[in-house]
């Protein structure tokens, strides 16, 4: 059997990926810590846990690989694994990789090199998932909670990208490991437009009817928030100071290359509010007061 391997395959990205494969026809395998029952394709894999990988790679020729998340290193866990694929001949890989660089953390960047090296394997730099805006992440359980975002970022702006895009370029990417759709290897995924967080908190007050004040904190403040939602004290402080480069402009960058693979444009911020307006509304209402509901422009739009 040939087919792919989606790690991270219940997360926000992989669902929409495995959507859209199985669209296609592709056989698929789908992994997780905790595989759903209902599920054939379902097989647990654990990054944690070696043992689970040879059972998840066998007779795959792609995968899409979403590397262990909350950690600085994913080299000692990924390493070892991409060296199996290696040696089976997997014909594409391709990497969930980040626009955002986190400081003091070069196993990122090394995973991504080491993926770029290999002919037909590809790395996606995602910029800040949208998604962030949106339960379960604590940026979207606080707006749903307290109206509040609290960013160390201040008025620096990333160019905010729909998962479902991700999921969209990362199909055409394995839909075929045989066609090369882009001689490239490295591909910089982000929305149309940079994006403030104040920007954002505007967005979707305006198409919510939900005032979202927004409260400028210091880095440190915010690695004790991420440090208190569960984080290593490690990864809480590394994600804390990306804000910090978010700030000086760093991440102020939109690219093309989601309507270069796929042919369609990606999602703008607002059309990902309007597609998900309902989810702002204040814990105990209907979720229905105050929200304008408008057709959405992407009606019909596949992922
Ligand atoms: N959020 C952003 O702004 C952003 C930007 C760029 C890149 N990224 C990258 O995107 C990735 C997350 O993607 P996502 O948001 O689509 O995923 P997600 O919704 O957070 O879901 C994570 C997926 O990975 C699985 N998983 C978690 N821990 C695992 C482990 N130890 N072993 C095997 N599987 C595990 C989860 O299933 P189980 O829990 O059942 O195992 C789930 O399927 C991260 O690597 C992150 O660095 C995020």
Redesign the pocket.
């Known amino acids: 059997m040939t087919g792919g391997l989606v790690?991270?395959?219940?997360?926000?990205?992989?669902?929409a990926l495995v959507q859209l494969l199985r669209g296609n026809g592709v056989p698929l395998r789908v992994?997780?810590?905790?595989?759903s029952a209902g599920d054939p394709a379902a097989v647990r894999?654990?990054?944690?846990d070696p043992a689970t990988h040879p059972a998840a790679l066998r007779g795959m020729d792609r995968i899409f690989l979403?590397?262990?998340?909350h950690s600085v290193d994913p080299m000692p866990l990924v390493g070892p694994f991409l060296a199996e694929a290696e040696r089976l001949g997997v014909r594409r890989v391709v990497l969930?990789?980040?626009?955002?660089v986190l400081p003091n953390a070069p196993g990122?960047l090394e995973l991504a090199a080491r993926v770029r090296a290999r002919p037909g394997w590809a790395v996606l730099?995602?910029?800040?998932?949208m998604?962030?805006f949106l339960r379960p992440?604590p940026l979207g359980e606080r707006i749903r909670r307290h109206g509040e975002i609290r960013t160390a970022a201040g008025d620096g702006r990333i160019g905010w990208i729909d998962?479902r895009d991700?999921a969209a370029t990362a199909s055409v990417l394995l839909a075929d490991p045989g066609v090369e759709p882009d001689d490239r290897r490295d591909h910089l995924l982000t929305g149309p437009k940079a994006l403030s967080h104040p920007d954002a908190a505007a967005i979707i007050a305006a198409r919510t009817g939900r005032p979202v004040r927004v409260v400028r904190i210091g880095t440190d403040e915010q690695a004790a928030n991420h440090q208190a939602a569960g984080m290593s004290a490690e990864f809480a402080a590394a994600l804390a100071a990306v804000e910090d480069g978010i700030r000086a402009g760093r991440d102020d960058q939109v690219s093309t290359a989601v309507l270069d693979l796929t042919g369609r444009p990606p999602r703008s911020f607002a059309e990902f509010v309007q597609d998900h307006a309902t989810e702002w509304a204040p814990r105990g209402s209907s979720g229905r007061r105050g929200v304008r509901e408008a057709p959405a422009r992407h009606a019909g739009r596949r992922g």
């Open positions: 790690t991270g395959g219940t997360g926000k990205t992989g669902r992994a997780s810590r905790t595989p894999f654990d990054w944690g979403v590397p262990p998340t969930l990789g980040s626009a955002v990122a730099r995602a910029s800040g998932f998604q962030n992440h998962v991700i």
